[in-house]
C-alpha cells in the first residue's frame, strides 16, 4: 500500500501542475507550492521520529518523490535533494537534530556537498571559506549541508586530502540571489550560496567517509537500519526518483494529448501504429526504470536491516542500476517527445517543461554512467578498486 505522504501528493497533485509554471517563472518553488509539499509532508519522511518525521522506509520517499515530479519536475527535484538531508542530519551528533528541528519540524535543510570550500582547524571547530553552486530549494532553507576540504592551515586542503560534510545556520551564509539561469529545472531555484570566515564547531561536523559507510550512525549511537545505509545509495536516490517521476508525468500528459490529435497525414494518431507502438515502449521503459530503483534501495535496506555487510560489488550494482534507470527513461521520454507533434515545442505546452526538466536532470553528476560502470565491471570482477573509482560507492 502506498504511504499515506504518497496518497497525500496525489490529492495535491491537480494544484502542483497547475504552479509549475509559475515556479519556472519565479526561478523558485513558489510559497504556495511550498505549503503543499509541507503540509504532505514530503520532506519528513527520512526525518526521525522524535523530531516529528516519519523514519520511513527509503522505497516510500522514492515513491513520493516521483509521485511530486508527476505533477512538477522541479518540486520534485527539489523533494529529492532536500528530503534527504533530514536522514544524514539524523547520523550526526544528537545536538545537530535538537537546533534543526526542536522548535519547528518543518525546517528544510538544503545543500550542496560538493567540496569547493576550505574549513580550517581551529580550537573547537573549523573556520570555514567558499562558495557553492546549485544550492537548490535554498530560499525555503533554514540549514545547509556543505561539502569542505580540510585545510592545512595556509588556505590550503591539506594532505592527504580530507572531505567534511558541515552544517550551517541561515545566518553564516549568503544566497546569491542571481546565480540561476538555466533552461530546465528552473523552479528549483538552485542559487549559489558563500560563506565566508563562518565559525563551524566540531558537532556540525562529519567526515564524509563516515556517512559513506554508515559508521557515522553507529558512532553517535543511532540504531534504525534507515540511517546505516550508505550515502552513495541513498543521495542518488532521490534525484533518480524526480527524474522518473519527471519522465512518468511526461507519459501521461503525451498520452493524454494524443487522445484526439489529428496528424498532418489527416489521419488520428490513436490509428497510427508507430506512434502508439512508441509510447508502449516507452511506458515499458519507464516502468522498468521505477522497478529497478525501488528493487535496489530495497534490496541494500534489507542488507542492512539483517544486520549483513553491503559489499563494494553490491554497492557498485546499484549505482550502475541507479545510473542506467535515469538514462532509459529519459530516452524513452525522447522517443515520446519527438512523436507529440509540432505544437510541443511550444512553451504554452507543459511537456517542453518536462522534457526540458528531464535533460537537466539526467545532467547532474551523479548519473555520469563511465565511473559508475567502469567500477562495477572491476568490482564484479574481483579487482580491488581505486580511490578515485571508490568515491562514489
Not at 541513498?234 to 517521476?245: C, E, K, Q, R
Request: charged share 20%; net charge negative; proline share 6%.
Amino acid at each position: 500500500m502506498a504511504h499515506d505522504v504518497v496518497e497525500r501528493v496525489e490529492q495535491y497533485g491537480p494544484r502542483l501542475a497547475e504552479l509549475a509554471a509559475e515556479n519556472e517563472k519565479l526561478g523558485r518553488l513558489s510559497d504556495e507550492t511550498v505549503g503543499l509539499l509541507r503540509s504532505a509532508g514530503v520532506l519528513r519522511l527520512l526525518q526521525p521520529a522524535k523530531f516529528g518525521g516519519h523514519a520511513a522506509h527509503p522505497r516510500d520517499f522514492a515513491e513520493a518523490v516521483m509521485a511530486v515530479a508527476r505533477h512538477d519536475g522541479a518540486a520534485g527535484w527539489v523533494c529529492g535533494v532536500v528530503g534527504v538531508h533530514p536522514w544524514e542530519a539524523a547520523q550526526m551528533d544528537p545536538r545537530v537534530a535538537q537546533e534543526i528541528w526542536g522548535e519547528n519540524p518543518d525546517t528544510w535543510i538544503a545543500s550542496p556537498y560538493m567540496p569547493n570550500g576550505i574549513a580550517e582547524p581551529v580550537d573547537g571547530g573549523y573556520v570555514l571559506s567558499g562558495r557553492w553552486p546549485f544550492s537548490s530549494g535554498t530560499d525555503h532553507a533554514d540549514w545547509v549541508f556543505l561539502g569542505a576540504l580540510v585545510g592545512d592551515g595556509k588556505g590550503r586542503p591539506a594532505s592527504p586530502p580530507k572531505v567534511l560534510h558541515v552544517i550551517l545556520p541561515r545566518s553564516s551564509y549568503e544566497i546569491i540571489e542571481d546565480s540561476w539561469d538555466v533552461i530546465g529545472l528552473s523552479g528549483t531555484g538552485s542559487k549559489d550560496v558563500v560563506v565566508d570566515g563562518a565559525f563551524i564547531p566540531s558537532y556540525r561536523t562529519v567526515d564524509q567517509d563516515a556517512v559513506s559507510g554508515g559508521e557515522a550512525a553507529v558512532s553517535n549511537g543511532v540504531g534504525e537500519a534507515l540511517y546505516r545505509l550508505p550515502f552513495t545509495s541513498m543521495f542518488p536516490l532521490g534525484i533518480t526518483s524526480a527524474v522518473i517521476g519527471i519522465c512518468e508525468g511526461a507519459l501521461a500528459l503525451h498520452l493524454d494529448q494524443q487522445r484526439e490529435r489529428v496528424a498532418v497525414t489527416g489521419v488520428q494518431v490513436r490509428d497510427d501504429p508507430y506512434v502508439l507502438y512508441a509510447a508502449g515502449e516507452a511506458a515499458a521503459e519507464i516502468a522498468a526504470s521505477r522497478a529497478q530503483l525501488i528493487d535496489g534501495i530495497g534490496r541494500v535496506y534489507d542488507r542492512v536491516a539483517t544486520g549483513e555487510t553491503v559489499t563494494i560489488e553490491e554497492r557498485s550494482d546499484i549505482r550502475r542500476n541507479q545510473v542506467r534507470c535515469a538514462w532509459r527513461a529519459v530516452s524513452a521520454l525522447d522517443e515520446i517527445f519527438a512523436r507529440s507533434g509540432g505544437n510541443v515545442i511550444r512553451r504554452s505546452n507543459p511537456l517542453q517543461r518536462y522534457w526540458r526538466d528531464a535533460h537537466v536532470g539526467l545532467a547532474h553528476m551523479i548519473h555520469v554512467p563511465g565511473v559508475a560502470y567502469h567500477a562495477n565491471s572491476l568490482a564484479r570482477m574481483g579487482v580491488d578498486l581505486p580511490p578515485q573509482l571508490r568515491v562514489m560507492l
